[in-house]
């Protein structure tokens, strides 16, 4: 009986210490949500600061040294994207599966992500089309337009219709043991992207971060 009931304790004790370093890890953000949102859509660097051995994962999001505001990933197979500035809900973005923009006449496409405000109204989408032949990740309006943006299929390359370089992006290990790792997103030649386009290339760069330090 002592040794089923020390076992249990030892869980709880277990469950709480978890809760507990996830708490401690949560950092909170060094300005408002008006600011925060501002530069994020015009960070021409912005850091996502992940930890990669978490389900539910955090990344803190920094521009110019700051900690500007958070993602949060919950769910496996039906993964959400949360996004605050300041530490007030922004938007989210989520898989796409059973909306009409899975099923457009004439368009061959697969993996669809959809990006909604915090009243769930989409704002737009994020795509995997053949283009030219070759699958792309093609830049929506909320009405399916295309914005003339294209991401090759890991994220780390941003396009223009005519081929001009819009963006690029990587990620670094931090540490293996831990699983964190930084994920940069760097608008080229003077472009400027929104937190909305940054975030669809963080989730298509963060499937390569997540299997390097998952795979050491």
Known sequence: MKRKLFAVLLCVAMIFGLCACDMESESQADVDAATGQEMLNSASALTMHCNG?????????????????????????????NISAGGEDWFSAKFVTDEWINNVEGVISATTYGVYDTSDNCIGYCQQRVVNGDYWYVFLNADGTDRGLYMDENGNFVYSADGSMIATANYTVESYSRGTYD??????????LSAMDKLMIFIRLERMADESVEED
Do not use: Y
């Open 53 to 81: 051995h978490s389900v539910n994962k955090r990344c803190d999001l920094v521009v110019d040294n700051q900690v500007v505001g958070q993602l949060q990933e919950s769910g496996f197979f039906d993964a959400h994207w």
């Open 183 to 192: 994920t940069l997103i760097m608008p080229a030649n003077g472009n400027e």
